[in-house]
């Protein structure tokens, strides 16, 4: 079946370091979207990148989708506490005749040190 | 912006028993509903599609006739899980998407969760 690998599952930084977490599918995806899950929370969305190649940011956060659209990074830049959670991407795959289905990666845990 | 209220946030129950989970759409109609459980630690894992008025579809491994769904009206689908056992016990979302196509400026919308702990 579709699968959506991320990695790594856990990263550990001192704050002020930078972050990246990445996401392989084994099909082509029709968008990718990122999610940030805090210790007890839902999936809160943060985006969605839908054109080959595209890059999105927001403010220290930098999101890229492959030119092949199988791959995906997350890039937090100066980390602080306050980015503390799981961090999820999830492609999107369409069903003929459903619309899309979000399959999600493992998640990568952040934890920031003070 | 689109919100998906779940309810219960958390419930206990006996061995045996069933347990209706409901989520509602609040300022937008949901054509689809996705059901999905988490065990802690882990990754959200897609368990059910359910589209309004129409049959759910069961991924792989997903028990139809132990986890119930029906999606009875645009604003409401409801998960039971039937006779459940310890090993039930997970944190299930639901989330939801307005038409055939992504809220592009919100992704998909999750309610809370609904975690379920069977004694």
Request: proline content about 3%; charged content about 15%.
């Amino acid at each position: 079946g579709q699968q959506v690998m991320q990695i790594p599952q856990y990263q550990h930084v001192q704050e002020g370091e930078d972050f990246t977490t990445y996401c392989n599918s084994s099909t082509t995806l029709s968008n990718i979207q990122w999610y940030k899950q805090r210790p007890g929370g839902h999936p809160v969305f943060l985006i969605q990148l839908v054109k080959s190649g595209e890059v999105k940011k927001q403010k220290r956060l930098t999101f890229q989708f492959g030119e092949a659209k199988k791959n995906s990074s997350l890039h937090i830049t100066a980390t602080q506490t306050t980015d503390v959670g799981t961090y999820f991407c999830a492609g999107s795959i369409m069903i003929y005749n459903q619309g899309g289905k979000l399959i999600f990666g493992q998640g990568t845990e952040l934890s920031v040190k003070p | 912006g689109a919100v998906v209220s779940q309810h219960p946030s958390w419930v206990i129950c006996k061995s045996g028993t069933s347990v209706k989970i409901e989520c509602r759409s609040l300022d937008f109609q949901a054509t689809t509903m996705f059901w999905y459980r988490q065990f802690p630690k882990q990754s959200l894992m897609l368990m059910a599609t359910s589209n309004e008025g129409s049959k759910a579809t069961y991924e792989q491994g997903v028990e139809k006739d132990k986890f119930l769904i029906n999606h009875a009206s645009l604003t409401l689908s409801t998960l039971t899980v039937t006779s459940a056992h310890p090993e039930d016990s997970s944190f299930y979302i639901c989330s939801a998407r307005v038409g055939m196509r992504t809220v592009l400026s919100h992704g998909y919308t999750f309610g809370s969760g609904t975690r379920l702990t069977v004694v």
